[in-house]
């Protein structure tokens, strides 16, 4: 796996976002470090859905957060509406950040316990200044309204009282507040049960077209995100495996590990279940990662040539790119 | 060995106090687990599952809960057995594995501790015997390396790991019941296919019984042989399992089944949802709980409370218009 290569980078003018060689790295005692995201390209137009797939620890929340600054990237070139973030003094940086808008994984943990939701969402915009106490009270309502919730009930209640999948609908609220144009979520789906995933799953593509967000949809379960990207990006140990459309990526997935994704996702079926092919062990530690395809270690079709040489990102279909040296067919 | 099941619950509630009154998590539930049987309890956030099974195993707090009915272990009325006597039933009888194995494990003991803990004290091993088969089950749930694992803490491992090692721990003392409370709800897809075929392989290969509790239909469709689904407390629907995806009754059950997120689905379509929410278990409603959430919802359904009828041997639902049934 694993590829760097750049061919799947678009000219186009609507690229609203544009990642280079992104490289994030953490200190991790003596002279180790390890490399959460390693030389990671890609693009991302305006109104596209964009998922960023992968198991626990292969770097796509650690991505979602560089593309923020949050912190500023080891290396590498993050450009956003033509403007490039990574060398940005900090009140540049803060001046755009309200464009920029993150939702997280746990939404209990994320809004704090002491204000009540109507404080929650007014937060951003008191701290932006917008408008007077009545514009934004009616601009709390509104958003509220938005995502389902209804203000004279919720207003004055505390993110406690409310159920995981309604505090994500005010983690949700509080996002859009100060009408960003890039909203990255990381994981919002996966604390919830199934039923409320469908729910917010189905909000988030609502407020995409109402507020017209372009939106990073970070996941580890291709299932939920098949429902609301337009353009997949699976990612492993740091690095990109396969970038496609969702249709194309389900149907004919050329990536080895790609291919265990889509087998690993459990199907509601008694007679299919048992017959699916899992990946076996764990990915490697990301401060020795394997020579090569990263994935070689696990990988069902690895050869010599896999632990020579790293396979960059080529074209094998119209849109659909893969770093291997030895695709599925 | 009787033909009576391993385990049965007889008219089974749970309820709590609460400021506002007594809170129903559970309501004249009647299930039984077979001997060698592997049966998923279904249902959402606050249906009660997890106080279910927590109560069937008597590890609900004495004080807070109110438990009635009858509990039934291999012939052993456990309803009103105090705490001392519930505890030889721990372990060797029932074990439980927990949601979170980083909660559920202690952060500051070694694995190795952990896992020889119910060795040393239930089965009265000596250190080393007990550490022997410590490292024989970490190897068992294909651990590798076990020697290593044993002088680890808890936050050394990743999720996956985390969750074998409880695995290890509740099949320590070869326990002949296994509750598994979403056992991979906290784990990653590909971790969450290794686990539950972990789990299925552990349960043939030792004869147990396995009680799965989950919210995600597609998680329990290859590893059970009967499913009940639960709803505000109550089983609303129990069946075979190929019997209930063929053949369900309950329009909750098809609810559930449709909100699963599918890769064979169109991509960029709105998935179908369950509109509402859980009925408030501290007001008990008339009719059928439901009723305020069901698409096909009628007079009759908020009127009167539909009974467990059974249309198939042991194919059971609660519902007075099925699917499939005149409407």
Known sequence: MAG????????????????EDLTMEFPAGGKNFVRAVSGISFDIERGETLAIVGESGCGKSTLGKAILQLPKPTSGSVNFQGQELTTLNKDALRDIRPAMQMIFQDPVSSLDPRLSVGKIVDEPLAIWNRGDEVWRSNKVDELLNAVGLDPALVRDRRSYEFSGGQCQRISIARSLALEPLLLICDEPVSALDVSVQAQILNLLQDMKERYGLTLIFIS????????????????????????????????????????????????????????????????????DPPSGCRFRTRCPAATDLCAQEEPQLHEVSTGHYVACHWPRS | MSNNPMLSL???????????????????????????????IVGESGSGKTVLSRGAMGLLPKRAAHRSGTVIYDDHDLSQAPRKELREYWGTGMAMIFQDPMTALNPVRKIGSQLTEGLRVRLQMNKRDAKARGLELLHRVRIPDPEAVMEKYPFQLSGGMRQRVMIAIALACKPRLLFADEPTTALDVTVQAQVMQLLSELRHEMGMSMVIVTHDLGVVAGHTDRIAVMYAGEVVEIAPTKRLFANMQMPYTEALMKSIPRLDAPSGQRLPVISGRLPDPTQPETGCSFASRCPYVTDKCRASTPPLVEVAPGHSYRCWFPIGGSR
Do not use: Q, W
């Open chain 1, 4 to 19: 760097s290569g750049k061919a799947h980078l678009r000219k186009s003018d609507d690229v609203i976002l544009r990642v």
């Open chain 1, 220 to 287: 580890h379960d291709l299932a939920v995100v098949k429902a609301v990207s337009t353009r997949i990006m699976v990612m492993y140990l740091g690095k990109v495996c396969e970038i496609s459309s969702p249709d194309e990526l389900y149907s004919n997935p050329r990536h080895h590990y790609t291919h265990a994704l889509v087998s690993s996702v459990p199907i509601p079926d008694p007679n299919v279940a048992a017959r699916r092919t899992t990946l076996e062990g764990e990915p490697p530690s990301p401060m």
């Open chain 2, 10 to 40: 007889r008219d089974f509630s749970v309820s709590f106090d609460t400021a506002r009154g007594p809170l129903y998590a559970v309501r004249n539930v009647n299930i039984d687990v077979a001997d060698g049987e592997s049966l998923g």
